[in-house]
């Protein structure tokens, strides 16, 4: 075992480096706190937290939560601003967890690797107060941010009379580019974070170096390849608090302005700029396809020849639009890309290999060095003995998964007596299983990849794209072209793809924005599976002892009412004296279960934060002793009668008689406050609070923001956007002659989706780094092959559904299949026309590029005449 006071070393030498105070969280005697919890002692709050929590059952509290106040409840347990409190982290760029498990000497091992190998780096080491886990906190200096500037070759925008435009920083050259005189305004947080993640992911390890069983090559990055095997836990930069919130007013909120894509790009980085500057761009096309088609389909419900017309039409009108979409949209990456300065980005000639992957090792016959090796031929065979089988499995379950869906809804439309709305059942659990098979297949297509071990993270990725494009592929239109192709029904064909297109999107947004925020507060441990089971368990006892109460009041009333025939006012009926708690709101409790519940409320009041920390101020062991009046939970707001809490009593009576019982029994046990707190209920008005958020609460929880964006959950990317977009442009642009409405409600979703992106990014992920690209990537090919593949679809539904029959019965079968043939190599052809006669660049940003390279030739002659002439 390691030496306990290693740790406390380790923070106090690292704060040393950082050149800091110690304020790195946001919290005084933060050094103290961590020192005497690796050296065993309990903190005072914890120890004092754990008492109360070993003397408690949440269940007393969400037992009262659900009698009458069932909002007030769920804001108790979804809302963190009533309970935390965030303490802003200053001195920060980036933040490098560790597991609870990490041992003293794997921190000093690396602290020591970054400190030598990246002198530029300052970091504090500082332990979450919630998790207990160790953190690297890290910045830097301007000077050094210059430097890394020019190892990285970031773009930076150059002064007017320099020639304006973007150049790659030079240190000899800083004063022609704007704004260097600001250390604030020069850099963005973003590329302050990019920086020092460009020092870390190239620190490498020297030949011999081990950590425990790791052993490291020569030349290999340490920091990746700790993140992949797990010591280093998660490694993210800090949200900047006034920027996102600035973000929050002017494009989450913001729906009917236009996405203010400069300040994303610098906050976000290029890669999410460009995407949401393509979704952007994406909805704002829609709208031709949307009007037309929402005119058409009012237009068709004339008769049936002007809906084979319309049909034909649209059909048409679809396949330019999304050729036109496809190279204006080009045209706007090209124009975004030179403005972000990713335009000309060079190709990496060495890209460095995957953490993840995993070989024999062997000497590199490019640069000499030692390097892992995986032999082609294992790929090839997993891609053939396993991948292949599984991807036909997959197939076999989603068909199979169809037919039983179209089975019910046959069964479902031959009975007459059902109502017609059940007619959409099976098509609503068709889309049900869809929405589930994208999250299996997509897990399957991770799982796959990973096996087929890929050395390049670019090979990695456009490996991934096409293993997901076919899953999704197949799981979202096998049963639109089974019904369109097989079934040749084109008014089944338009309520499938109805119900698909829109159940599915409202599906996917409303998980977007929920799992992000579910997963922070399982971590946090507010919303933990275990709350959640109680939660359960306290409302079906609630509302189970009600029904059972219930029925045996209305049984009691009836058979009284069968004796004396009148109503009248039962006495004497029960022998047995009244307990104390026999009405407590709206449901009987047993002697037992009423002390029981009382003393839970008096040990404690919130059970969702049973694993945080409080800062105690002035609440002390004393105040547990004092009487059920002050902590009990009534559930009352300011001016609120308190009669509104009990559903099955009078106010006035049952005090009554609750004071005469009280007053003839000596026993100080059954001598309950609460019948003469309810009596002077009008009285006290002004000094009752809600004991969800009352005003003199001095507890509260001090959290950190570097440990709160610790506990969210992870961006994974702009893939599963993508992706989702592609699915919803199929189903647009492939089956548009069956459903012209199509378009209208990928419209309406995609302004949604945009906000709830936008806020899922905000506000429940953690800030990821920012990647440079200058385009789309393999999605723009996706997009392009859906667009070839809708002219063969339509053409075919067009001749197999009868629409070119119906308008032009002269034609022979064999005509028929001549014309449709015909239109599809016109429509192929038009598509190819107008893909060549749009540039892919604007002129504009062909001449800017030009001048660019220009001055560079000019810059490179003028530093060799300089060096010859020296």
Same mark, same amino acid.
């Given at each position: 075992?390691?030496?306990?006071?290693?740790?406390?070393?380790?923070?106090?030498?690292?704060?040393?480096?950082?050149?800091?105070?110690?304020?790195?969280?946001?919290?005084?005697?933060?050094?103290?706190?961590?020192?005497?919890?690796?050296?065993?002692? !309990?903190?005072?709050?914890?120890?004092?937290?754990?008492?109360?929590?070993?003397?408690?059952?949440?269940?007393?509290?969400?037992?009262?939560?659900?009698?009458?106040?069932?909002?007030?409840?769920?804001?108790?347990?979804?809302?963190?601003?009533?309970?935390?409190?965030? +303490?802003?982290?200053?001195?920060?760029?980036?933040?490098?967890?560790?597991?609870?498990?990490?041992?003293?000497?794997?921190?000093?091992?690396?602290?020591?690797?970054?400190?030598?190998?990246?002198?530029?780096?300052?970091?504090?080491?500082?332990?979450?107060?919630?998790?207990?886990?160790?953190?690297?906190?890290?910045?830097?200096?301007?000077?050094?941010?210059?430097?890394?500037?020019?190892?990285?070759?970031?773009?930076?925008?150059? &002064?007017?009379?320099?020639?304006?435009?973007?150049?790659? *920083?030079?240190?000899?050259?800083?004063?022609?580019?704007?704004?260097?005189?600001?250390?604030?305004?020069?850099?963005?947080?973003?590329?302050?974070?990019?920086?020092?993640?460009?020092?870390?992911?190239?620190?490498?390890?020297?030949?011999?170096?081990?950590?425990?069983?790791?052993?490291?090559?020569?030349?290999?990055?340490?920091?990746?390849?700790?993140?992949?095997?797990?010591?280093?836990?998660?490694?993210?930069?800090?949200?900047?608090?006034?920027?996102?919130?600035?973000?929050?007013?002017?494009?989450?909120?913001?729906?009917?302005?236009?996405?203010?894509?400069?300040?994303?790009?610098?906050?976000?980085?290029? #890669? @999410?700029?460009?995407?949401?500057?393509?979704?952007?761009?994406?909805?704002?096309?829609?709208?031709? !396809?949307?009007?037309?088609?929402?005119?058409?389909?009012?237009?068709?419900?004339?008769?049936?020849?002007?809906?084979?017309?319309?049909?034909?039409?649209?059909?048409?009108?679809?396949?330019?639009?999304?050729?036109?979409?496809?190279?204006?949209? &080009?045209?706007?990456?090209?124009?975004?890309?030179?403005?972000?300065?990713?335009?000309?980005?060079?190709?990496?000639?060495?890209?460095?290999?995957?953490?993840?992957?995993?070989? +024999? &090792?062997?000497?590199? !016959?490019?640069?000499?060095?030692?390097?892992?090796?995986?032999?082609?031929?294992?790929?090839?065979?997993?891609?053939?003995? /396993?991948?292949?089988? @599984?991807?036909?499995?997959?197939?076999?379950?989603? *068909?199979?998964?169809?037919?039983?869906?179209?089975?019910?809804?046959?069964?479902?439309?031959?009975?007459?007596?059902?109502?017609?709305?059940?007619?959409?059942?099976?098509? $609503?659990?068709?889309?049900?299983?869809?929405? @589930?098979?994208?999250?299996?297949?997509?897990?399957?297509?991770?799982?796959?990849?990973?096996?087929?071990?890929?050395?390049?993270?670019?090979?990695?990725?456009?490996?991934?794209?096409?293993?997901? +494009?076919?899953?999704?592929?197949?799981?979202?239109?096998?049963?639109?072209?089974?019904?369109?192709?097989?079934?040749?029904?084109?008014?089944?064909?338009?309520?499938?793809?109805?119900?698909?297109?829109?159940?599915?999107?409202?599906?996917?947004?409303?998980?977007?924005?929920?799992?992000?925020?579910?997963?922070?507060?399982?971590?946090?441990?507010?919303?933990?599976?275990?709350?959640?089971?109680?939660?359960?368990?306290?409302?079906?006892?609630?509302?189970?002892?009600?029904?059972?109460?219930?029925?045996?009041?209305?049984?009691?009333?009836?058979?009284?009412?069968?004796?004396?025939?009148?109503?009248?006012?039962?006495?004497?009926?029960?022998?047995?004296?009244?307990?104390?708690?026999?009405? #407590?709101?709206?449901?009987?409790?047993?002697?037992?279960?009423?002390?029981?519940?009382?003393?839970?409320?008096?040990?404690?009041?919130?059970?969702?934060?049973?694993?945080?920390?409080?800062?105690?101020?002035?609440?002390?062991?004393?105040?547990?002793?004092?009487?059920?009046?002050?902590?009990?939970?009534?559930?009352?707001?300011?001016?609120?009668?308190?009669?509104?809490?009990?559903?099955?009593?009078?106010?006035?009576?049952?005090?009554?008689?609750?004071?005469?019982?009280?007053?003839? /029994?000596?026993?100080?046990?059954?001598?309950?406050?609460?019948?003469?707190?309810?009596?002077?209920?009008?009285?006290?008005?002004?000094?009752?609070?809600?004991?969800?958020?009352?005003?003199?609460?001095?507890?509260?929880?001090?959290?950190?923001?570097?440990?709160?964006?610790?506990?969210?959950?992870?961006?994974?990317?702009?893939?599963?956007?993508?992706?989702?977009?592609?699915? %919803?442009?199929?189903? /647009?642009?492939?089956?548009?002659?069956?459903?012209?409405?199509?378009?209208?409600?990928?419209?309406?979703?995609?302004? =949604?989706?945009?906000?709830?992106?936008?806020?899922?990014?905000?506000?429940?992920?953690?800030?990821?780094?920012?990647?440079?690209?200058?385009?789309?990537?393999?999605?723009?090919?996706?997009?392009?092959?859906?667009?070839?593949?809708?002219?063969?679809?339509?053409?075919?539904?067009?001749?197999?559904?009868? %629409?070119?029959?119906?308008?032009?019965?002269?034609?022979?079968?064999?005509?028929? $299949?001549?014309? =449709?043939?015909?239109?599809?190599?016109?429509?192929?052809?038009?598509?190819?026309?107008?893909? $060549?006669?749009?540039?892919?660049?604007?002129?504009?940003?062909?001449?800017?590029?030009? &001048?660019?390279?220009?001055?560079?030739?000019?810059?490179?002659?003028?530093?060799?005449?300089?060096?010859?002439?020296?």
């Amino acid at each position: 075992m390691e030496h306990p006071q290693a740790a406390g070393r380790a923070a106090a030498d690292a704060g040393a480096d950082g050149g800091s105070s110690g304020t790195a969280d946001g919290r005084d005697g933060a050094a103290e706190r961590m020192e005497r919890t690796v050296r065993g002692e !309990p903190d005072t709050a914890t120890h004092h937290q754990q008492q109360q929590s070993s003397s408690s059952a949440p269940s007393g509290v969400l037992d009262k939560l659900f009698g009458k106040r069932l909002v007030l409840a769920r804001h108790y347990i979804i809302s963190r601003k009533s309970w935390l409190r965030m +303490v802003p982290t200053e001195n920060c760029d980036i933040l490098m967890t560790f597991p609870g498990t990490t041992d003293d000497h794997t921190l000093l091992w690396l602290l020591n690797q970054i400190r030598v190998g990246i002198p530029q780096v300052s970091i504090q080491v500082r332990q979450h107060q919630h998790s207990q886990a160790y953190a690297f906190f890290i910045t830097t200096t301007f000077e050094n941010l210059l430097r890394g500037a020019e190892q990285m070759s970031m773009f930076k925008t150059v &002064k007017p009379q320099f020639g304006g435009g973007m150049r790659r *920083f030079s240190c000899e050259e800083d004063n022609i580019y704007e704004n260097i005189e600001s250390e604030l305004c020069f850099f963005t947080s973003q590329e302050r974070q990019s920086i020092i993640k460009y020092w870390l992911d190239n620190l490498r390890a020297k030949h011999g170096d081990v950590l425990h069983n790791i052993h490291f090559l020569e030349g290999q990055p340490i920091v990746p390849e700790l993140v992949a095997r797990g010591v280093i836990h998660q490694m993210f930069p800090l949200h900047e608090q006034r920027i996102l919130n600035q973000l929050m007013t002017s494009w989450v909120q913001a729906v009917c302005e236009r996405q203010p894509l400069d300040d994303i790009c610098d906050y976000f980085g290029v #890669k @999410i700029g460009m995407y949401f500057a393509w979704l952007g761009f994406y909805t704002n096309s829609l709208l031709y !396809p949307a009007v037309i088609g929402f005119l058409l389909w009012i237009l068709a419900e004339a008769d049936q020849t002007s809906q084979d017309i319309c049909c034909v039409v649209f059909a048409l009108f679809n396949v330019v639009w999304a050729t036109l979409f496809l190279e204006r949209w &080009k045209r706007r990456e090209a124009e975004l890309a030179y403005r972000w300065g990713t335009l000309d980005t060079p190709a990496e000639s060495l890209e460095e290999p995957r953490p993840q992957f995993r070989g +024999v &090792k062997r000497c590199s !016959p490019i640069t000499g060095c030692e390097e892992f090796y995986y032999p082609p031929w294992k790929r090839a065979a997993f891609r053939w003995l /396993v991948s292949l089988p @599984i991807c036909l499995l997959c197939l076999c379950f989603v *068909f199979f998964a169809m037919l039983l869906c179209l089975q019910l809804q046959e069964v479902v439309m031959e009975i007459q007596e059902l109502a017609g709305i059940t007619r959409f059942v099976p098509k $609503v659990l068709l889309a049900i299983t869809v929405t @589930i098979c994208d999250e299996v297949y997509k897990k399957i297509a991770y799982w796959l990849n990973d096996m087929e071990n890929y050395r390049l993270q670019s090979t990695y990725e456009n490996n991934l794209i096409i293993k997901m +494009v076919f899953f999704e592929f197949i799981n979202s239109y096998l049963s639109l072209f089974y019904i369109g192709f097989y079934l040749k029904d084109m008014e089944r064909l338009k309520e499938m793809l109805a119900t698909l297109l829109i159940f599915r999107q409202f599906l996917q947004n409303i998980k977007e924005v929920l799992q992000p925020y579910l997963y922070e507060q399982n971590k946090l441990g507010v919303f933990t599976p275990k709350v959640l089971w109680e939660l359960l368990q306290s409302v079906l006892l609630k509302y189970g002892r009600l029904a059972v109460d219930k029925a045996q009041a209305s049984m009691t009333w009836y058979s009284l009412l069968g004796q004396r025939g009148i109503p009248g006012p039962v006495t004497n009926c029960n022998p047995e004296p009244k307990r104390k708690g026999d009405l #407590k709101a709206g449901f009987r409790l047993s002697e037992e279960e009423w002390e029981m519940n009382d003393s839970i409320m008096k040990h404690r009041k919130v059970s969702f934060t049973e694993k945080v920390n409080y800062k105690d101020v002035t609440t002390k062991t004393h105040r547990e002793d004092e009487s059920f009046l002050e902590d009990s939970p009534t559930l009352v707001e300011e001016g609120m009668e308190s009669s509104c809490l009990f559903d099955s009593c009078d106010e006035d009576s049952d005090c009554e008689s609750l004071a005469q019982e009280n007053a003839g /029994v000596s026993s100080p046990k059954e001598s309950d406050p609460l019948c003469q707190r309810r009596k002077n209920a009008g009285e006290d008005k002004d000094n009752k609070k809600s004991w969800i958020n009352p005003p003199e609460e001095t507890k509260t929880v001090n959290l950190t923001q570097a440990e709160i964006e610790s506990c969210m959950k992870t961006y994974e990317g702009t893939i599963q956007d993508y992706q989702e977009m592609f699915i %919803q442009f199929g189903y /647009v642009v492939l089956f548009s002659s069956a459903f012209p409405l199509a378009a209208m409600c990928a419209l309406i979703n995609n302004i =949604i989706e945009i906000r709830s992106d936008a806020l899922k990014l905000c506000t429940s992920m953690q800030r990821p780094f920012g990647q440079r690209v200058e385009n789309i990537g393999q999605w723009q090919t996706a997009m392009e092959a859906m667009g070839l593949i809708a002219i063969i679809v339509n053409c075919y539904l067009i001749g197999q559904c009868g %629409q070119l029959q119906r308008l032009f019965p002269w034609l022979s079968p064999e005509m028929a $299949v001549v014309s =449709i043939v015909l239109l599809e190599h016109v429509a192929v052809l038009l598509k190819y026309i107008i893909h $060549v006669a749009i540039p892919d660049i604007p002129g504009w940003v062909a001449d800017e590029m030009a &001048k660019l390279e220009y001055r560079r030739r000019e810059a490179f002659k003028s530093f060799h005449s300089s060096s010859s002439g020296g």
